[in-house]
């Protein structure tokens, strides 16, 4: 006989697809739904059902947002001219928290990963092409903030080939952050110092 009913194993496969989410995890989650009142799931798929009609992603970034251009790239105190490259969104939350950065972001929606069929069509990598050749926004300098492992690496160094083309400082974060780390799980003295120690990247 099945452990749980169908209903609520099917909620558990569903939520162990989550990133990081294993078997034992995705069973708390349903078992703490079930404890819950019915407005408050009724809540929970509110949310999740207006999720497509409430969020966009910024034309300029691609960050993810409630409006058009998003708030930072809206933003007049941000400086216009440093774009930071990060994989994902959740990158741009890090390392806002720090409060070291005040330019502007662009988020490739994941990093190169041949065996997987990541390939650079596959990522934001034309559109931020373009920003960099967009002469009126008079780019100065692109961070390239990925974590520092097998993936991270690959696409830094595909970036740093196509942009030495262009006249602009090329930096990547440097002291903190140690090979095979995640900046999402960094504390925020490290990124700060990672931030604040970035060195450009040799040109070949």
């Known amino acids: 006989m099945p452990a749980y009913p169908q209903h609520i194993q099917s909620l558990i496969d569903y939520f162990a697809r989550f990133p990081g989410i294993g078997e034992k995890s995705a069973q708390r989650f349903v078992f703490f739904l079930l404890r819950q009142p019915a407005a408050e799931l009724m809540k929970l798929a509110k949310l999740i059902m207006n ?38 969104s959740h990158n741009v939350a890090s390392i806002e928290r720090t409060g070291e950065y005040r330019g502007t972001y662009h988020v490739l929606h994941g990093t190169l990963n041949i065996l997987e069929g990541v390939t650079p069509d596959k990522l934001k990598i034309r559109e931020l092409v373009l920003r960099v050749k967009d002469t009126q926004k008079k780019i100065r300098e692109v961070i390239l903030a990925f974590n520092p492992d097998l993936e991270g ?51 070949e």
């Open 51 to 88: 999720l497509p009609d409430a969020i966009t992603v910024c034309a300029q970034c691609h960050n993810y947002s409630d409006k058009a251009p998003c708030f930072l790239c809206a933003s007049q105190s941000r400086d216009q001219a440093t774009i930071c490259v990060v994989a994902a």
């Open 153 to 203: 690496e690959s696409t830094m160094l595909y970036l740093s080939k196509i942009l030495k083309s262009y006249p602009i400082r090329v930096t990547r974060l440097a002291q903190g952050l140690p090979r095979g780390a995640d900046i999402e799980y960094a504390d925020d003295n490290t990124l700060s110092d990672a931030l604040r120690s970035r060195r450009e990247l040799q040109r």
